[in-house]
């Protein structure tokens, strides 16, 4: 029952720390919030990419470190996406706002991707490194197709 309950407390601390709604002041600044937040996410995931690719030494300690930032700040874009942040400063396509449920369906994916890559920068094997970083730049990719414009 007590471990029960520090385990309910755990989620909902959980859920406070990375609200699913955040509240922005206004639309330009839920923009620039998730414009934010998926920079600091792409330039710690292509840290990795690079050294899966060969193209950057591969540093285990440093694969490690990005990768768990990535996870983190990948949680963080989507409450920037919210009703009425479909136009300003952004490439962000309206279809987002009209298929709410498919862009968050990669949201979500992502999001699972990305555990899957920290999880793999622990193990300190590049080929694990190389199939999680392929399956999350897949859901990368996937949604820029459908969601971003050019
Ligand atoms: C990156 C980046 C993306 C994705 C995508 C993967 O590093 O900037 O948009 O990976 O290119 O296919």
Redesign the pocket.
């Known amino acids: 029952m007590k471990k029960l309950s520090s385990l309910l407390l755990a989620a909902l601390v959980a859920s406070i720390a990375v609200p699913a709604v955040a509240q922005f002041a206004k639309a330009d600044d839920a923009i620039k919030y998730r414009k934010s937040a998926l920079f600091v996410m792409?330039q710690n995931?292509?840290r990795v990419?690079g050294m899966a690719a060969g193209k950057v030494p591969f540093d285990a300690k440093v694969a490690v470190e990005s990768a768990a930032v990535a996870e983190f700040v990948g949680k963080l874009p989507w409450a920037g996406f919210g009703p009425d942040t479909d136009m300003g400063d952004s490439k962000a396509k309206v279809e987002i706002w009209s298929n709410k449920a498919k862009f968050d369906d990669y949201a979500n994916k992502l999001q699972v991707e990305l555990a899957k890559l920290s999880a793999a920068t622990k193990t300190g094997n590049l080929d694990n490194i190389k199939v999680a970083v392929n399956a999350?730049?897949?859901?990368?990719?996937s949604c820029?197709d459908d969601f971003r414009a050019k």
Do not use: E, L
Request: glycine content about 18%; charged content about 10%; proline content about 0%.
């Open positions: 792409q995931f292509s990419a999350a730049g897949g859901v990368c990719k820029h």
